[in-house]
């Protein structure tokens, strides 16, 4: 219900624009978030967005040179990214994330690669 795509192999200093598209669930409630995971490394939080689009956070890695947007009528969430560094290489992941005062509903991509090396 996640599909994540736009990754592959870019130059150091080069960009990438990474894609989820959602589906089966009503994509406006949920907020956003971007998770890499490099080989050997634990998954990591790189960028939120809330349900509305009005509130975002970067991690500091990432902080000026990672832009987290969403639009609602296409039930989307981007990740441009530029700048980018050798140390930026990693699975990405969409999640969308739900909390309610009974349940947390959470869902999550099958991941998308990217690759920064010359």
């Known amino acids: 219900q996640l599909v994540e795509s736009g990754g592959g192999l870019v130059q150091p200093g080069g960009s990438l624009r990474l894609s989820c598209v959602a589906s089966g669930f009503t994509f406006s409630a949920y907020a956003m978030s971007w998770y890499r995971q490099a080989p050997g490394k634990e998954r990591e939080l790189v960028a939120s967005i809330t349900n509305t689009g009005g509130t975002t956070n970067y991690a500091d890695s990432v902080k000026g040179r990672f832009t987290i947007s969403r639009d609602n009528a296409e039930n989307t969430v981007y990740l441009q990214m530029n700048s980018l560094k050798p140390e930026d290489t990693a699975v990405y992941f969409c999640?969308?994330?739900?909390?309610?005062?009974?349940?947390?509903?959470?869902?999550w991509g099958q991941g998308t690669q990217v690759t920064v090396s010359s």
């Open positions: 999640r969308g994330r739900r909390i309610t005062s009974v349940q947390v509903y959470t869902y």
